[in-house]
Nanobody
Framework: QAQLAESGGGLVQTGGSLTLSCAAS????????RAWFRQAPGKEREGVGC????????YYSDSVKGRFTISRDNAKNTVYLHMNNLKPEDTAVYSC????????????????????WGQGTQVTVSS
């Protein structure tokens, strides 16, 4: 069964760094874009960024641009979210998702375009 599993969440101080991983299983030759979303308590889910399957083209939301980086290791079928200069407002449950369609994503993410989701991992940034 195809599934995604995130890991790497935890507690970090303001200004610190953290790297999340999203490992996929059950997908073969996976060239579909993979994205990161986050949801803070009482807030709507927010698209953080996305990486395409082949070219590795990335897109980031304005709230994380310049601080977060997404990378991909196709040999390991794993996508990473490298988070630097973390702020308390980055506190959320972070989930990865696999897009329904191939190609690049160069605009704000829409969660209805993703059909596989991980269970999420908590990131807490203390002030």
């Amino acid at each position: 069964q195809a599934q995604l599993a995130e890991s790497g969440g935890g507690l970090v101080q303001t200004g610190g760094s953290l790297t999340l991983s999203c490992a996929a299983s059950g997908f073969t030759l996976d060239y579909y874009p993979r994205a990161w979303f986050r949801q803070a308590p009482g807030k709507e889910r927010e698209g953080v960024g996305c990486i395409s399957g082949r070219a590795g083209t990335t897109y980031y939301s304005d709230s994380v641009k310049g601080r977060f980086t997404i990378s991909r290791d196709n040999a390991k079928n794993t996508v990473y979210l490298h988070m630097n200069n973390l702020k308390p407002e980055d506190t959320a449950v972070y989930s990865c998702a696999r897009r329904k369609y191939v190609g690049e994503v160069l605009r704000p993410l829409r969660d209805d375009e993703y059909n596989y989701w991980g269970q999420g991992t908590q990131v807490t940034v203390s002030s």
